[in-house]
């Protein structure tokens, strides 16, 4: 027997794997071209956007009042006394709006004596655009129209328009004080408060007046609204011959004959009479 046939049958020919393919692969040791790393995208955070956005400009978020900062900037802008006490969240209870505005503005141009003139560098006040300072005029044209009238109760109103009711609550809620009042009532209350130092023995009521006035602030005019008065009343009849109507004489239908002796009437007196 020869050495082939006393080997193992088990025992397998290496060869026969030699090109079936195993470790192969397109990748050459001698290719010149560099392996790119594969670029990794991170995701930017608005919030840093919004910061080199603010450095790239040099804009700063403006704090709203109370804040000395928020107050500096209403005096900057040309507020009026009115508005600065009335935004300004610095009214105490034995204040009105225009000392609680004097005060603000008193110390910020203590802090800052450049704002000392703004007011006439910037005459027109942002938010108001100076109705207050109109506020005793308006209360002379309605205590000038309510005078022909008797009444005890009366109402104010004011008519603005929408654009400019629409830019002040826009630039009051950006830099104002939370909870303070908008210009329209505001404004009303100012007036109102001029106005009853004038009228004895009327009230100023928000429901059932007798009168109510509307105020336009673009023509600076009053409107009347009178509300009607109703009178009640009851009688007794305690005689037949008087009529509850004027009564025509049947006769002439009311032009006049002998019968009714040219007058007309059937009864010459009556409940209507």
């Not at 790393?37 to 009042?65: C, K, N, W, Y």
């Not at 009335?86 to 004596?113: C, H, L, V, Y």
């Not at 001029?194 to 109510?212: H, M």
């Amino acid at each position: 027997m020869s050495d082939k046939e006393q080997e193992d049958p088990d025992e397998e020919d290496w060869m026969k794997y030699a090109n079936a393919g195993f470790g192969q692969t397109d990748y050459s040791l001698w290719d010149d071209g560099e392996a790119t790393a594969e670029s990794i995208v991170e995701p930017i955070d608005e919030g840093d956007m919004e910061d080199d956005a603010q450095l790239s400009t040099h804009i700063e978020e403006i704090p709203r009042a109370p804040s000395p900062a928020g107050h500096k900037h209403l005096v900057r802008i040309g507020t009026c006394d009115h508005c600065l006490g009335r935004i300004g969240g610095k009214k105490m209870f034995d204040q009105t709006i225009q000392q609680a505005g004097e005060n603000i503005r008193t110390s910020i141009i203590r802090g800052d004596t450049h704002l000392e003139k703004i007011r006439e560098d910037n005459p027109l006040c942002p938010f108001c655009e100076n109705l207050y300072q109109e506020s005793e005029l308006l209360a002379d044209i309605i205590y000038d129209s309510l005078e022909p009238y008797e009444l005890k109760r009366v109402q104010l109103g004011a008519r603005f328009p929408k654009d400019q009711i629409e830019n002040e609550e826009e630039i009051r809620k950006r830099f104002g004080a939370g909870g303070s009042d908008a210009l329209k009532p505001g404004l009303v209350a100012e007036i109102a408060k001029n106005l009853s130092n004038r009228l004895e023995g009327v009230k100023i009521v928000n429901d059932k007046p007798q009168i109510v006035a509307l105020i336009d602030v673009l023509t600076l005019t009053v409107e009347l609204d009178i509300r009607s008065v109703y009178i009640y009343g009851r009688y007794q009849k305690l005689e037949r011959g008087i009529p509850q109507t004027r009564w025509p004489c049947r006769a002439c239908k009311g032009r006049g004959c002998k019968r009714c002796n040219e007058t007309g009437l059937q009864y010459l007196k009556s409940v209507q009479d």
